[in-house]
């Protein structure tokens, strides 16, 4: 049984259900409905193949106590009704912690894929729910060597398995289909190819206040090249409330893009600037630069290797977005893109689904 019920948890199931399939196992989807936006969760899974979910619970926006206490009051009905071999919870959502919960409570065996990510920065929702989740799992799936450091750190050696990172199958999946479509997009029409950057940001800690998003915009609005932001509903609702204005200098606003669309984008600009977890890594393994607005990263292999750079303040984040371009690398820390087949068959060693 695979739980999700988040964007990057969308694309991280694809392979992982083309590889369940693959290897001849019976596979049972839950969606927990943490994003309901229809842009945000019927379409991803329309766009990357993915069979409709077999329970859905439709928890929707809410604080963590309310979205992590209704999943959690429902999953027990889901575990006895489909009573599954194994629980594969994803990455580090209110869904993932709740679905771990629930299971090691009724004793079902729970693997966590993209087990052992640390930013080591417990203000984090994030880092609370990933590190309490590699905790109560029966199997760790670690993406990188990092991943699998910080977990036998933590004492956690004899249940973490290596497998790579699922991530690298599916974005290397799209953008073969990508660049061989060439679909225009609502962003590549209308932008020429390397004269503009794609941003998302949606954060708390970048959003919440109106002096610290009113800071963001304003180092965005003075970018050498226009900088579309791919703006969530809420990242909207509170410009709007504060005064904020996302249409300014070089930042302009667009909705947020299908998965295949965003990967398009990305290739055709000159950089990615984004707080997402995923994103950066995307833009890594497209080998576009990437300015990540945050203290911390994840994914340390893309700040090492040059791909990615840290910038809070408005001169650290414009200089970043226009620094000259890193060295090429062929360095695969995220592995070469057969990471979903390895974790179903470490689940099925270690659990005996």
């Given at each position: 049984?695979s ?31 943490q ?18 979910p ?13 979205q ?16 599954p ?19 090691v ?58 497998v ?25 029409d ?19 206040e ?26 909207r ?10 249409e ?6 667009r ?28 833009a ?21 290797l ?7 303040t ?23 893109g057969?990471?979903?087949?390895a ?11």
């Amino acid at each position: 049984m695979s739980v999700v019920g988040a964007r990057p948890q969308f694309v991280k199931l694809a392979p992982i259900a083309h590889a369940i399939t693959a290897a001849g196992h019976e596979h049972v989807i839950v969606h927990t409905g943490q994003h309901y936006d229809p842009m945000l969760s019927d379409v991803f899974f329309r766009d990357l193949g993915i069979p409709e979910p077999d329970a859905h619970l439709g928890v929707g926006s809410g604080s963590h106590g309310v979205q992590t206490g209704s999943m959690l009051a429902q999953m027990d009905e889901v575990l006895e009704r489909f009573q599954p071999d194994c629980v594969l919870v994803y990455g580090d959502t209110n869904s993932t912690l709740a679905a771990a919960v629930s299971a090691v409570k009724l004793h079902f065996p729970v693997a966590h894929l993209e087990a052992g990510l640390r930013s080591f920065n417990r203000a984090m929702p994030e880092e609370h729910n990933r590190v309490l989740t590699d905790h109560a799992a029966d199997l760790c799936l670690a993406p990188t060597d990092v991943a699998m450091q910080h977990l036998a750190n933590e004492g956690i050696t004899d249940r973490a398995v290596l497998v790579g990172d699922v991530m690298t199958d599916v974005l290397y999946q799209v953008r073969d289909a990508v660049l061989a479509e060439q679909k225009p997009n609502a962003v590549t029409d209308e932008f020429a190819k390397g004269e503009f950057y794609v941003a998302t940001i949606h954060r708390a800690e970048n959003t919440n206040e109106p002096e610290r998003l009113r800071e963001v915009v304003s180092a965005l609005s003075q970018a050498d090249k226009p900088v579309v932001l791919l703006a969530h509903p809420r990242v909207r609702a509170k410009a709007e409330e504060h005064g904020i204005s996302l249409e300014a200098g070089s930042l302009t606003t667009r909705d947020p893009l299908a998965y295949p669309e965003l990967i398009a984008a990305v290739l055709s600009s000159a950089g990615v600037i984004t707080d997402s977890g995923g994103l950066q890594k995307e833009a890594f393994l497209l080998r576009v630069p990437c300015t990540t607005v945050r203290h911390e990263t994840e994914w340390v292999e893309t700040v090492e290797l040059g791909w990615n750079v840290l910038a809070n303040t408005p001169e650290e984040i414009a200089a970043a977005i226009t620094r000259p371009a890193p060295a090429p690398t062929d360095a695969t820390p995220y592995g070469e893109g057969h990471a979903a087949a390895a974790a179903v068959a470490a689940i099925v060693e270690s659990i005996g689904a």
